[in-house]
């Protein structure tokens, strides 16, 4: 068990660029999560996987934001056309079938100049 | 919609003494998890305890302890016999037991004193 990890770990970009972040979640883990944490606030939730099915996505989730778990394993968060705005750092966890506890990766922090 | 408040931005304690962090919540449903997570300095948030809603017991986990007041909406933890190693941001959590996501409080930062 290697925990959940997230590729990269910093990204600094130009508004207007795209994004893409991925997640590894824990094997075997049915449900992986995306949130968002600003500067001392806690993580507001994105969209949430159970397997290949993309359950609930957050009001937050723009357009310019989509997310996929294509065969049930790792997933993938980007941004499109990026804004000063969407600096902060992105969080993922995941949690076995039935689980109460969420395990979170270390986080992509992105900053957009 | 659920929310979170956690009332303490930042707090302090001695090496060994106890303190307490406040949590509350707002939900009109009745069947919910509660959690505290641990975020340390530069290091990924984990779980440091949980309670089901249904249960009247109070949840303990070695030196940490929860004060659940299920009618009061309240939901504090303590932590007992401090030690560096629990200086940290802490957040409440809130998730209904049909649902997926979690709606966190905005946090506590600990610092425990030597």
């Known amino acids: 068990d290697t925990g959940v990890s997230q590729d990269p770990r910093h990204k600094i970009t130009k508004r207007g660029q795209n994004v893409t972040f991925r997640c590894d979640p824990i094997?075997?883990?049915?449900?992986l999560y995306w949130y968002r944490q600003t500067l001392g606030q806690g993580p507001e939730f994105l969209t949430y996987f159970q397997n290949e099915a993309q359950l609930e996505k957050s009001r937050l989730l723009s357009d310019r934001f989509s997310a996929e778990r294509p065969k049930g394993s790792f997933s993938t968060l980007e941004i499109q056309r990026t804004e000063q705005g969407d600096s902060a750092m992105y969080l993922c966890?995941?949690?076995?079938?039935?689980?109460?506890?969420?395990?979170f990766g270390p986080g992509t922090r992105l900053t957009v100049t | 919609a659920q929310t979170v408040t956690q009332s303490q931005p930042e707090m302090s304690v001695q090496e060994a003494e106890t303190v307490t962090l406040s949590c509350t919540y707002d939900t009109s449903e009745n069947n919910y998890y509660l959690f505290w997570y641990k975020q340390p300095p530069s290091r990924q948030m984990i779980l440091v305890i949980r309670?089901?809603?249904?249960?009247?017991q109070n949840a303990t986990e070695n030196r940490f302890s929860v004060n659940f007041q299920k009618a009061a909406k309240s939901f504090s933890l303590k932590i007992s016999d401090s030690q560096l190693g629990d200086t940290a941001m802490y957040f409440c959590a809130f998730r209904l037991t049909n649902a997926g996501k979690s709606t966190f409080g905005d946090g506590t930062t600990l610092t425990v004193k030597p």
């Open positions: 966890a995941s949690t076995p079938g039935g689980g109460y506890e969420q395990y």
């Open positions: 094997s075997e883990h049915n449900r």
């Open positions: 309670q089901e809603a249904y249960k009247q």
